[in-house]
């Protein structure tokens, strides 16, 4: 049989259609894994299907996507719409889809994801009557056009978002939510023009392009740039390659019973016990995960919607105990109904790593020798954290949330080529950002510290920031950024590119000028860590190193 007849292999997940046994990550990848465990476990999650890996490697063997790939995507999609009671090809009841990568190895916000496959002129209306709301659709048939165009077809995002911008302006609206059901439909056939004149042909109608489409894109981010820069970073082979997921839409954006959000398990920059939430109220995961929107706190959730704050705590603790290890989960609320759509072992700061390990020890969920095994890259010089010596009458320009924990000056970069000039010349480097957005990998490898005028602790390159151990503030939101005058304005005062400035990982302030700083004293559980080794035998833990216990 010739390599073009093989048919690819498909897992599906879901609590009515399961795969079994689940394939392991190499097949279908983290988040199809993951999704398949969480239902294995009974928790809630939108029915769907994987592509494995093997599609990823074939693809970039041979350039093209196997020929039989569009018809065996049809069959799935019929029994995922009959599961969904739906059917992607309907204009009543239509069934839409995310079609979302999926790496063996964790790889937050580096490869693509596109929402609200599906939709069209018919499908838009159909979805506004079944749902009993039109601005619903028109907003989720906004979102797609903006981000398929930007995503497939490489349009710059800023000109869908200045488009839309200047229509929210007309209308008199500041905030999305201002803008109804007759403004959304404006907006979207002024975004339709713009993504005609930009590839000089009108937006796929037929929802089985938009898919093959999605798909490649998918595939083809494997070996982007911002990819292949964190695969170096962290080691991952290329061998490795995505699977892709295909999964039934739930909407955060239905109304404001219904939002998006991340949950970590513990606080991932201290490690301490207890939920660490982002959430928007009535939009979708790409508002959140990108950067672009200043989300509420956990707090806000508990107030709002106390039953699904309550159902993540005990989510939470089921994926704890199932994979012995801290979870950073996403989710999405429709009409107050909690779906969960990924969980992965949580990245973290160095001081975070030790705190969980000891505590999920004591807790019973993994045993002294695993916590300490798991320590095995962590230093105790690394979990010492620097103190900026402010003085007491100084007043910051700015402040945000600590996103990820750090104090320092550093020359100031107001864009990643910005970033590595100046880390070129040996000092340390604070890139300053509108949001935290993963294209900006290369500023963020350079900088020792990353702050943004917008975005939450939970966005992916503010992942990306905690993991590699950078200190983060996010959602400084008097702060100005001027990148073609290479200058950020706040608070009267405008800094060039180049100049000093500090920011403060315990006050979340950013300050003008440069500080002394001194290590903090070394946190109590750093000692317990130590030990726990010296009990255990771990004469060579690295923990031990700067005690001079080797």
Known sequence: MADSDVKMPISHFGAEFMTSPVPGKD???????????????????????????????????????????????SWALTDLGKRCGRSFWSEERPLLVSVRSGSVSSMPGMLETILNIGLNEKTVEGLAADAGNPRFAWDSYRRLVASFGSTVYKI???????????????????????????????????????????????????????????????????????????????????????????????????????????????????????????????????????????????????????????????????????????????????????????????????????????????????????????????????VRQPRLEIPPDAQPLVTGEVASLGSLSGRLAVSSEGARKLKRQGEPVILVRPETRTEDLEGIISADGIVTARGGRTSHAAVVARHLGKACITGCSRLEIDEAGQMVRAGGRALAEGEWISMDGRSGGVYPGRFESRHEEEDPVVEEARKWARDLGYGDHPLLETAGER
């Open 156 to 382: 710059p995002r800023a000109r869908f978002e200045e488009v839309y911008t200047a229509e929210k302006r007309r209308m008199g609206a500041v905030l999305d939510r201002e803008v109804d059901a007759d403004g959304y439909r404006e907006v979207v056939q002024r975004l339709l023009a713009v993504f005609e004149s930009a590839t000089g042909k009108p937006f796929p109608q037929d929802p089985q392009v938009q898919l093959i489409e999605a798909v490649e894109a998918v595939l083809k981010s494997w070996t982007g740039a911002r990819a292949i820069e964190y695969r170096k970073l962290h080691e991952i082979p290329e061998s490795d390659g995505t699977a892709v997921t295909v999964q039934a839409m739930v909407f955060g954006n239905h109304g404001y019973a219904s939002g998006t959000g991340v949950a970590f398990t513990r606080n991932p920059s201290t490690g301490d016990r207890g939920l660490y939430v982002d959430f928007l109220v009535n939009a979708q995961g790409e508002d959140i995960v990108s950067g672009g929107v200043d989300p509420d706190s956990g707090d806000e959730l508990m107030r709002s919607l106390p039953s699904i704050h309550q159902q993540l705590l005990e989510f939470g603790r089921i994926l704890e105990n199932h994979f012995g290890d801290m979870q950073d989960m996403e989710f999405t609320v429709e009409e107050g109904k909690l779906y969960l759509l990924q969980t992965r072992v949580g990245k973290r700061t160095p001081l975070a790593a030790v705190r969980i390990a000891l505590d999920l020890a004591e807790e019973g969920i993994i045993d002294r020798k695993t916590a300490l095994d798991r320590l095995r890259h962590i230093s105790a010089r690394s």
């Open 27 to 73: 097949r279908i990848g983290g988040k199809g894994y993951h999704l398949s465990v969480m239902s294995e476990l009974g928790l809630p999650v939108p029915p769907g299907f994987t592509v494995e890996t093997e599609l990823c490697r074939r693809y970039h063997v041979e350039g093209k996507l196997p020929p039989e790939l569009s018809e065996q995507l």
